[in-house]
Structure formats: structure tokens, C-alpha cells
């Protein structure tokens, strides 16, 4: 496989979720059936990355322990003859191998990338923001590593986002050399409407050229005083191509309280059994 190695930055403070967060990673919220993070490790996996590296930080330990073996809980299950329930637990350590990388200070999404680098150096690798959750039949890593194969260079993916919501996200300039994949040639990280030279933001996912690190090296702080990861890629796209894809599927924004919720809400409403419980609730007066 051309990218084999996939880093997930999850070192942020999770303001959003506050108290939450105090104690309790954000990518270990339960989305229906497993914690956040899961789905990010399985699209990574499906996507043909066999080495996962964790970018973490302070209170992030219970993402460590949910890949870990629990030799504790497997033995009691055994005891109980809980078989399928041993089958589960045994299934989410043996999902992938994971490395775990500590970002010792939260400088940034730009800075949690670069910690990376000792991993990942010399070649093209994938990233991962957990926070947004993708569903569709190919994985959208997938996607954007079959352009990579096919054109070369970074890829990211991109959506296209209303005027109100284009403040909120690395909103790119580029030209479409085919349909739904543009040649980037600008991005600004949270622009105003009138700074933003499109609607098209840059969603979280990536395939990264390795000559990124020297970039973010180099980079000083941008918006919010933070190591930007769209300011090293705005570098980059003037010397490499970056590509970005208008992926396919769905996303859910599991970043914010009233996102992760209607996710919850949304996916529950796909399954069969929880349907009820969901329009249950509804109904109920
Ligand atoms: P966010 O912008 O969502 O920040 O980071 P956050 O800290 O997670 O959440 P809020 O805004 O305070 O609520 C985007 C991604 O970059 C990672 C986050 O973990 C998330 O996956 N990140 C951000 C780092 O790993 N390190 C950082 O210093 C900053």
C-alpha cells in the first residue's frame, strides 16, 4: 500500500466539552455503540494504513487503555462463560498496532502533526481528526489515498459549506481539473466571508507529503497563536501539488456538544432496534 501509516492528532484540550473534558477524552464519547475514536481507527484500517500513531496528551490515557489488552476483564468473562463478549473485547485490541506519541504542550494542530515526524518521516502518511465522523461504503481516506496513488502529492478532503459556516474551517482556492477534484493553490484558516476565496473547506481528513515537517519547522504561530496545519499546507501547495477531492459520504461533526448529539440521534435512527427507543422518546409526551 502506498500510505500504510495513519496519525491521529488527539492531543486538543476539547474546550468545547467542557466539564467533559476535565477528565474524560473527547474521542472516548460513546457514538451509539463504541467510543468516537473507534470509527477513525477502523476507516484508517479499511483505508489500508496498518500503523496507527496516536498524537496524545494530558487526560487522553483512557485512548491507550481502550486499544490495550485488559487481561483483568477477558479472564472474568472467560469465568463467566461470556464468550461472545470476551470475542468483542478481544477484537478491539487486536484492531491495529498503535504507537502513542506525547504533544507535550497543545501548540496546535500544525505542532501535533509534526510530532509525528519521527514516525512518519521519508514518506506519504494519513491523518485522521477523529472528530469527524465519516460513513459511506469507501472510507473517505480511502478516497483521497486513491487520488495520491493515481495524481501524486498531499490530498485532502474538502466539502462544500454555507456562507455562515466558512469562519469556521481552512477554506481553500484552487482550480477543478476534473469533476470534484480541485488543484490547490490558497487556503486561509478561518477567513471571514469576505476573506474566503470559495466554499470549500478543508474537512479532517489528509494525505500528507513528508516534506511538510521542514515546513512546520520553520512556521511560526498563526490563528489563535496555535501552529496552523493549513498555513504549512499553503506553503506546500506552492512548491508540491495538493490535491483536494470532494469526498463522498456523510460527516458528522462529533467536535461540538449539539453535533455529537445529533449524531447519536442520527445513527441511532439507522439501527433497527434503537429506532424505536429514538422515536420512543420523541413520541413521548
Ligand atoms: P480542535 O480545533 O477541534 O481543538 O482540534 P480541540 O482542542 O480538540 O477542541 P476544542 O476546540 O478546544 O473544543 C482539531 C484536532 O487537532 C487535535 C485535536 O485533538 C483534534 O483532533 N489537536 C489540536 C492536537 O492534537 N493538538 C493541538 O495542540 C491542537
Redesign the pocket.
Known amino acids: 500500500m502506498s500510505v500504510s501509516k495513519c496519525l491521529f ?9 467542557l466539564p467533559v473534558t476535565k477528565e474524560i477524552a473527547k474521542e472516548m464519547l460513546p457514538l451509539v455503540n463504541r467510543p468516537i475514536i473507534s470509527y477513525g481507527v477502523e476507516e484508517a484500517r479499511a483505508s489500508g494504513c496498518d500503523e496507527i500513531v496516536m ?1 496524545t ?1 494530558r487526560s487522553k490515557s483512557s485512548i491507550e487503555n481502550y486499544f490495550d489488552r485488559s487481561f483483568e476483564l477477558e479472564d472474568i468473562l472467560l469465568k463467566r462463560g461470556k464468550n461472545a463478549l470476551y470475542a468483542k473485547v478481544r477484537a478491539i485490541s487486536d484492531m491495529a498496532e498503535i504507537l502513542y506519541i506525547r ?1 507535550r504542550e ?4 500544525g ?2 502533526v509534526l510530532c509525528g515526524e519521527p514516525v512518519c518521516k521519508g514518506e506519504y502518511f494519513g491523518v485522521i ?3 469527524d465522523v465519516f460513513v459511506h461504503e469507501e472510507p473517505v481516506l480511502s478516497q483521497l489515498i486513491k487520488v495520491h496513488d493515481r495524481l501524486g502529492g498531499s490530498v485532502v478532503a474538502l466539502e462544500k459549506v454555507s456562507d455562515d459556516d466558512v469562519m469556521r474551517y481552512g477554506i481553500v482556492s484552487g482550480s477543478e481539473t476534473e469533476p470534484g477534484i480541485f488543484r490547490i493553490d490558497d487556503m486561509v484558516e478561518k477567513p471571514s466571508l469576505g476573506e474566503a476565496p470559495s466554499n470549500y473547506a478543508i474537512m479532517g481528513r489528509y494525505v500528507l507529503s513528508p516534506n511538510i515537517f521542514p515546513i512546520l519547522h520553520e512556521q511560526g504561530k498563526g490563528t489563535g497563536g ?1 501552529i496552523q496545519l493549513t498555513d504549512a499546507l499553503r506553503t506546500l501547495a506552492k512548491s508540491e501539488p495538493v490535491w483536494g477531492v470532494a469526498y463522498k459520504g456523510r460527516r458528522f461533526d462529533c ?1 461540538t456538544q449539539k453535533g455529537w448529539l445529533r449524531a447519536n440521534v442520527q445513527l441511532a435512527m439507522e439501527d433497527p432496534e434503537l429506532r424505536n427507543v429514538v422515536l420512543g422518546v420523541v413520541n413521548s409526551k
Open positions: 492528532p488527539v492531543a486538543g484540550l476539547g474546550t468545547r466539552f498524537i496528551g504533544q497543545p501548540l496546535g494542530l505542532h501535533a481528526l477523529p472528530d496555535e467536535g
